[in-house]
């Protein structure tokens, strides 16, 4: 069974970039869908961005031009690319891993925190 670990967050100035990891435990070939949910200070969890196994991609409105989600399939990684950042985006960010037959497995969570 696979396992997502996430990395990268930290504390950035409104309008910078971090580049979020999500280092694969298993073999990334098992990953039908990788997705970044985010999870704001006293909000509920929320979809950011997906990446499929052929490639496609699909982002929230809200980080649509400024985030940008990927895979290294050599490194066995899934980045989540944040520019621009905002205030708003500060959040516990997920990486939450499907395999093919519908299983599921969700990260512990990396702190990003945008100061204004």
């Known amino acids: 069974q696979v396992q997502p670990v996430e990395s990268g967050g930290g504390l950035v100035q409104a309008g910078g970039s971090l580049r979020l990891s999500c280092a694969v435990s298993?073999?990334?070939?098992?990953?039908?869908?990788a997705r970044w949910y985010r999870q704001p200070p006293g909000k509920q969890r929320e979809l950011v961005a997906a990446i499929t196994s052929e490639g496609g991609t699909n982002y929230a409105d809200s980080v649509k031009g400024r985030f940008t989600i990927s895979r290294d399939n050599a490194k066995n990684t899934v980045y989540l690319q944040m520019n621009s950042l905002k205030p708003e985006d500060t959040a516990v960010y997920y990486c939450n891993l499907m395999q093919w037959g519908g299983e599921g497995s969700w990260g512990q969570g990396t702190q990003v925190t945008v100061s204004s």
């Open positions: 298993g073999s990334i070939f098992s990953i039908n869908v």
